[in-house]
């Protein structure tokens, strides 16, 4: 059973930063995507960034310019950096990874981002 750990959310202010951390276990050798994503109260899930296999990143247009997906390999963990948070950027926060090799589909237990005004 693959497992993802995710870490770094809390309490801040607008307009200051926060780092998410996604720690999977074991090896990936070819994956489909790895993604952040993110659900407010009464909102539906919503795709916060993503990794596409072949390197392609993607961003939900209203964290363009503020937040940064990458990943680093060596410690099987994939971060979310977040600047100039907002309040509307309040939610439990989720990772994900759809792996190819090995083939699974897993989900991180969420972790909660709150911006105070």
């Known amino acids: 059973q693959v497992q993802l750990v995710e870490s770094g959310g809390g309490l801040v202010q607008a307009g200051g930063s926060l780092r998410l951390s996604c720690t999977y276990s074991?090896?990936?050798?070819?994956?489909?995507?790895m993604g952040w994503y993110r659900q407010a109260p009464g909102k539906q899930r919503e795709l916060v960034a993503s990794?596409?296999?072949?390197?392609?990143?993607n961003y939900a247009d209203s964290v363009k310019g503020r937040f940064g997906i990458s990943r680093d390999n060596a410690k099987n963990t994939v971060y979310l950096q977040m600047n100039s948070l907002k309040p509307e950027d309040t939610a439990v926060y989720y990772c994900?990874?759809?792996?190819?090799?090995?083939?699974?589909?897993?989900w991180g237990q969420g972790t909660q981002v709150t911006v105070s005004s």
């Open positions: 994900n990874i759809d792996s190819r090799i090995p083939r699974y589909e897993s």
């Open positions: 074991g090896s990936i050798f070819s994956f489909n995507r």
């Open positions: 990794i596409i296999s072949g390197g392609r990143i």
